[in-house]
């Protein structure tokens, strides 16, 4: 069964840090990954995803993602955080072969202190 | 509407209760997905339509849990004999159809709270 594991609950950072959020995976065929993105009082909504191709992903916001198959993993990144990026990050796979059964991981909670 | 909208934002039962949920996916979405989510954790895929058809229901929990999409645009949670532990956020999302296929837009969700 798929499985997505997030290696930090809870992040603090100050503005202009640089951000890195851990998201491992456990499934053995191709998948598709994702990162959504929480902001206080609104929905979930796509940071960014990886289907194919370029393993080097790039979303809204300055956001990026890098598939390392190798090693079951889709960290987020972000060089220079603002307070505005405050929000709960959640990494999740499907399966890429026309799945569409999406697993999430816990989630990260980021603080960005201004 | 512009986005997925869910009904009611809250719901307040008791334990023993039938209630429904409702989501209202984007028009023309085809795809539409029902989650669960707890306190504390991601949200958890329950039960996901293509069309009218559940084409994946592996995550509905148990029996209690039903789902309909009968023309495949509304589609409504129902859940039976309420438990405490039904406790949650119930979040609804649509996909297109073509290139964006994988792309999930969510719902505002519905608090469920069962007393």
């Known amino acids: 069964a798929q499985s997505v594991s997030q290696h930090n609950h809870h992040v603090i950072l100050s503005e202009a840090a640089s951000l890195e959020l851990g998201c491992n995976y456990s499934?053995?065929?191709?998948?598709?990954l994702f990162w959504y993105v929480q902001y206080p009082g609104q929905h979930l909504q796509l940071l960014l995803k990886?289907?194919?191709?370029?393993?080097l992903v790039k979303g809204i916001k300055g956001f990026e993602a890098e598939f390392i198959k190798s090693k079951f993993s889709f960290n987020l990144r972000k060089p220079s955080v603002q307070w505005s990026d405050t929000a709960e990050y959640f990494c999740?796979?499907?399966?890429?072969?026309?799945?569409?059964?999406?697993?999430f991981g816990a989630g990260t909670r980021l603080f960005v202190k201004a | 509407g512009a986005g997925v909208s869910q009904t009611p934002s809250n719901k307040v039962t008791e334990k023993g209760k039938y209630v429904e949920l409702r989501c209202d996916p984007i028009?023309?979405?085809?795809?539409l997905y029902w989650y669960r989510q707890s306190l504390g954790q991601g949200p958890e895929f329950l039960i996901y339509?293509?069309?009218?058809?559940?084409?994946?229901d592996s995550g509905l929990p148990n029996d209690r849990f039903f789902a309909v999409r009968p023309e495949g645009s509304v589609s409504t949670l129902k859940i039976q004999r309420t438990e405490r532990g039904d406790s949650a956020v119930y979040l609804c999302?649509?996909?297109?159809?073509?290139?964006?296929?994988?792309?999930?837009?969510f719902g505002p969700g519905t608090r469920l709270t069962v007393l």
């Open positions: 339509f293509q069309g009218t058809g559940a084409a994946d």
């Open positions: 028009s023309g979405h085809t795809a």
């Open positions: 999740a796979v499907n399966d890429g072969t026309g799945g569409f059964k999406t697993i």
């Open positions: 499934y053995g065929g191709t998948v598709n």
């Open positions: 999302a649509s996909s297109p159809s073509g290139p964006s296929y994988n792309e999930q837009f």
């Open positions: 990886y289907f194919s191709g370029d393993p």
